[in-house]
């Protein structure tokens, strides 16, 4: 693919266009941003880790759980290319342990193990902080219709089953993470932008240890060790 103009710049990631209509190219940064942009630093290595840590986890989401995807393929280190869609302005978060922004909501210790999964939308909207939303507000606005809205809760819940197994077997906790849904030009709904200890939160199985992003919100220590641990024990690199 030839790579065309910019298209999108945000905090972890850019967006190209190619030669191809139907498809672009993220490339990777390693700039991480938290609590929306006020905290900001550098955590080497993570455009790479998160570029094949996604490219697999999206690889063995399509092949072993038939989970429709925005992945074509990785094209360097830091670029993939991607199927052309438009985002629905969602983050979709699921749940299987309290932690971070729901453990803090409703005054529950972090670790606290939820009896079922729980769903979560926020409006991704950064000047309003991506407030949350719930299924009325989001078809009485429009960003989703009823029936996109159920194909994307019914994804959710399948990326989550498949991952929580799939990572146990690495010795990994998926305790939350956040997806994002996308429309390719023929109106069907795929899995798009990225699964990586950015946006998900991974606990040693055994210890707890935090293997993610938290080890940045919260300074504590050894954030690029966390990231290459995470790569190790999925791909063993
Ligand atoms: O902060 P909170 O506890 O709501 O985050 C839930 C999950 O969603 C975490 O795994 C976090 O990494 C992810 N998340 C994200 N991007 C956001 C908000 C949350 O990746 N803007």
Redesign the pocket.
């Known amino acids: 693919y030839q790579k065309g103009a910019q298209l999108y710049e945000g905090k972890a990631k850019k967006v190209f266009a190619t030669d191809d209509p139907e498809v672009y190219i993220v490339d990777y940064k390693d700039d991480a941003t938290a609590f929306n942009g006020l905290k900001k630093g550098t955590i080497v290595g993570k455009g790479v880790i998160n570029n094949r840590v996604t490219n697999f986890m999206m690889k063995q989401l399509s092949e072993k759980a038939g989970i429709p995807t925005h992945f074509i393929e990785q094209l360097s280190d830091r670029e993939t290319a991607v199927r052309k869609v438009t985002i629905v302005p969602l ?1 979709v ?1 699921i ?1 299987n342990v309290a ?4 453990a803090k909501r409703y005054g529950v210790e972090e670790g606290t193990v939820l009896k079922r999964p729980v769903l979560e939308f ?1 409006y991704k909207c950064d000047a309003l902080d ?1 407030p949350l939303i719930n299924d009325d507000h989001i078809i009485a606005l429009g960003f989703a219709t009823e029936e996109e809205l159920a194909t994307i809760r019914d994804l959710a819940l399948r990326v989550n089953a498949f991952m929580k197994d799939y990572l146990l077997e690495a010795g990994i906790k998926l ?4 997806l994002e849904f996308g429309k390719t030009t023929d109106g069907r709904i795929v899995l798009a932008d990225e699964i990586s200890p ?4 991974f606990w040693d199985a055994k210890t707890n240890e935090k293997l ?2 938290d080890r940045f919100r919260r300074d504590l220590g050894n954030v690029e060790g966390a990231y290459h641990e995470i790569l190790r024990r999925l791909i063993g690199e």
């Open positions: 983050e978060i749940r932690a971070g922004s729901m926020s991506d305790i939350d993470f956040k950015d946006t998900c939160r993610d992003k």
